[in-house]
Each structure stands twice: as structure tokens, then as C-alpha cells.
């Protein structure tokens, strides 16, 4: 995922190569169905929200810086992802990134690769200024049990990595946070709604826990808010 786009213009992204938002939304996300998954025999990591990024430059600089950060973003993803990958708008200001056909590894590879290529980055907002930015990632994978494809449904794992995002958002940012499970994790094991239960089925080994914040950060799941 990906937050703060400008909400007046939502179309910002457009010229990046990005599925755009709108009306067609719904038509986009329908392409993200479990047989779309299945069928490719991926899993995402997908994804990853940017919350210190295009708001305050439409502010500070116009659309026109805007738009300039959100094209170099667009470059960045570009870098950082396959051609096998998709990226896509998912709502007004948001991306989903889905890594298809990617050992379970790569989650936390891809994350760190994005992650630091927009640390480094000089963000162009015109008129010969430049700003940096950092992004906040969440991400964890589908099928969630490699075993039991069918046991989470792809809107409850991109709903999980929301979780993920806001745990490493509220850890102090420019960081990434993923969820994933052990190899042999049975289904009853986290029981029918496993984002309500998050601190507990990492206390109980049933989730693992995947971050680049120190070891000793603690998460706030914030599972009320």
C-alpha cells in the first residue's frame, strides 16, 4: 500500500504506469481474486504503504511538485521490482505491490530494497529544489500456509500487511514490519480472525515476526484503533 497521494488529485499517478483509481477501481481489484494468485503459484509481498510522502510537498510546492515526486517514486518501483510484479492503485492513496512466483525471503528483500532506495533518493519538486522522503512498508504473504492455500482469502492477508504498515509506521518509520507463518502452522492455529490476534499468535510462535526496526522496538498493533 501506499498512503498520502494528493486527494485533489487523484490522478497524479497516471502518467506513471500505475493502474489509475476512480470508477474503475472495483474492476482493478476484481483482477485480484484467490484464482489470480493460485494460478500463478504466487504469494504477495505485497503490501507496502508510503506515510511520510506526498501530501505536505502539494502543500508546500503545488501539484506540480506532486506529481514530479510521485514520477521519481514511479522509477523507484520500477528499480526495485520484476517485470513479473504488479503494481497497482488501490483506492485514492494507496498501491499494492504483488510479487508473484518470489521465494518467501524475498518479502523482507524487496521491502529493504524499497525502503532504501527512497531513503537515498532527492526528491525533485521544481523550481531547483529538492526534498528527501522516507516510506513506512507493511507485507506478509499469500497463500499465507503454503499447506492450506485456502485457509485465508487475499483481501484478509492485504489486510494483514495493513496491520503491518501501521506497526511499522507507529515503530518510527522509514522501517518495515511483515507477518509470516511457520512451515508446518496448522489453520486452527490462528483460529478464524488472526488480525484481531496479532501480539498473541506472536507470543505463541504461530506468527513470526519480520522487521528492520531494532529487536528491542515494540510494536504497537494498535488492534482498536
Known amino acids: 500500500f501506499v498512503d498520502e497521494m494528493p486527494p485533489a488529485h487523484v490522478d497524479a499517478a497516471s502518467d ?4 489509475g483509481g476512480g470508477p474503475g477501481m472495483q474492476e482493478q481489484k476484481s483482477r485480484f481474486d484467490a484464482a489470480s494468485f493460485n494460478a500463478t503459484g504466487g504469494y504477495g509481498s505485497p ?3 508510503r506515510d511520510e510522502f506526498v501530501k505536505s510537498v ?6 506540480h511538485g506532486g506529481d514530479l515526486v510521485l514520477k521519481r517514486l514511479a522509477a523507484i518501483l520500477q528499480s526495485a521490482t520484476r517485470d513479473t510484479d504488479t503494481v497497482v ?18 518479502g523482507a528483500l524487496l521491502a529493504e530494497r524499497i525502503r532504501s532506495q527512497v531513503e537515498v533518493c532527492s526528491f525533485d519538486v521544481g523550481g531547483g529544489q529538492t526534498l528527501k522522503r522516507t516510506c513506512s512498508l507493511g507485507f506478509t504473504f499469500f497463500p499465507f500456509l503454503s499447506e492450506h492455500p485456502s485457509f485465508m482469502p487475499w483481501e484478509v492477508a492485504v ?4 496491520h503491518c504498515l501501521y506497526a511499522a509506521k507507529r515503530g518510527g518509520r522509514n ?13 486452527q492455529s490462528l483460529g478464524e480472525s488472526p488480525t484481531l490476534h496479532i501480539p498473541d499468535l506472536l507470543t505463541k510462535g504461530v506468527l513470526e515476526l519480520k522487521t528492520s526496526l531494532a529487536a528491542a522496538t515494540a510494536l504497537d498493533w494498535d488492534l482498536n484503533g
Request: no cysteine; hydrophobic share 40%.
Open 159 to 162: 489486510d494483514l500487511a495493513d
Open 89 to 106: 492503485r488501490w483506492g485514492g492513496e494507496e498501491f499494492l505491490v504483488v510479487a508473484r512466483n518470489a521465494n518467501r525471503q524475498d
Open 16 to 19: 506513471t504506469g500505475y493502474y
Open 47 to 49: 503490501g507496502w504503504k
Open 58 to 63: 502539494n502543500d508546500a510546492f503545488g501539484h
Open 175 to 187: 522501517a518495515w514490519v511483515g507477518l509470516a507463518a511457520p512451515l508446518d502452522t496448522e489453520p
